[in-house]
């Protein structure tokens, strides 16, 4: 027999719905003559879903298989920390440790723009499951003052992010002091 529509049903346990089992009594939908769901719940989490088929004559089938799938609707943020290094920093190469609020979908973006600068694209590596790692050369020639980080990260779900909570601003003093001797 060929359905007339589906029900959908809705949990946030992995128990709350068993396949093969008569359904809960209040779909989360009803009616749905399509193959296609789309459903973005609150809060963001885990949420598991089955269906059920209905006839003309509004018979209801037993659950379907269970699947589950991750609401997320919050983009990535970041944060930013030069392991060991206090600011103000001069010229060297630094560790940049770039730790991240959820799981990306790919490598983010972080680049560098020193005080009155060109912008400077760190490449990133993964370091941990949230946390991105690459290298800062400050330069002689990047002027002292402060310079400031900008990200750009996309997560599993899609949502692109570039905030940074902590760590945007760098404190550069590329110039050597100044003496003067008198007689």
């Given at each position: 027999?060929?359905?007339?529509?589906?029900?959908?049903?809705?949990?946030?346990?992995?128990?709350?719905?068993?396949?093969?089992?008569?359904?809960?009594?209040?779909?989360?939908?009803?009616?749905?003559?399509?193959?296609?769901?789309?459903?973005?719940?609150?809060?963001?989490?885990?949420?598991?879903?089955?269906?059920?088929?209905?006839?003309?004559?509004?018979?209801?089938?037993?659950?379907?298989?269970?699947?589950?799938?991750?609401?997320?609707?919050?983009?990535?943020?970041?944060?930013?920390?030069l392991p060991g290094k206090t600011p103000p920093l001069g010229a060297g190469s630094y560790r940049v440790n770039v730790a991240v609020s959820?799981?990306?979908?790919?490598?983010?973006?972080?680049?560098?723009?020193?005080?009155?600068?060109?912008?400077?694209?760190?490449?990133?590596?993964?370091?941990?499951?949230?946390?991105?790692?690459?290298?800062?050369?400050?330069?002689?020639?990047?002027?002292?003052?402060?310079?400031?980080?900008?990200?750009?990260?996309?997560?599993?779900?899609?949502?692109?992010?570039?905030?940074?909570?902590?760590?945007?601003?760098?404190?550069?003093?590329?110039?050597?002091?100044?003496?003067?001797i008198s007689f």
């Open positions: 027999e060929v359905p007339t529509s589906y029900n959908i049903y809705r949990s946030t346990s992995d128990t709350g719905l068993t396949e093969g089992e008569e359904p809960p009594a209040n779909p989360q939908r009803s009616g749905i003559t399509t193959l296609e769901f789309d459903d973005t719940p609150h809060p963001d989490g885990v949420y598991y879903y089955a269906a059920a088929s209905v006839d003309a004559a509004v018979n209801v089938s037993t659950l379907s298989n269970v699947e589950l799938a991750l609401s997320d609707s919050l983009p990535p943020t970041a944060a930013i920390t959820e799981v990306l979908s790919d490598t983010p973006y972080l680049i560098f723009t020193a005080f009155g600068g060109q912008p400077v694209q760190l490449p990133l590596e993964t370091s941990t499951l949230n946390v991105w790692a690459g290298t800062l050369t400050v330069t002689q020639a990047m002027p002292s003052g402060t310079g400031y980080f900008s990200f750009q990260g996309i997560d599993l779900t899609g949502n692109a992010g570039n905030t940074i909570t902590a760590g945007s601003a760098l404190g550069l003093q590329t110039e050597g002091p100044v003496a003067t």
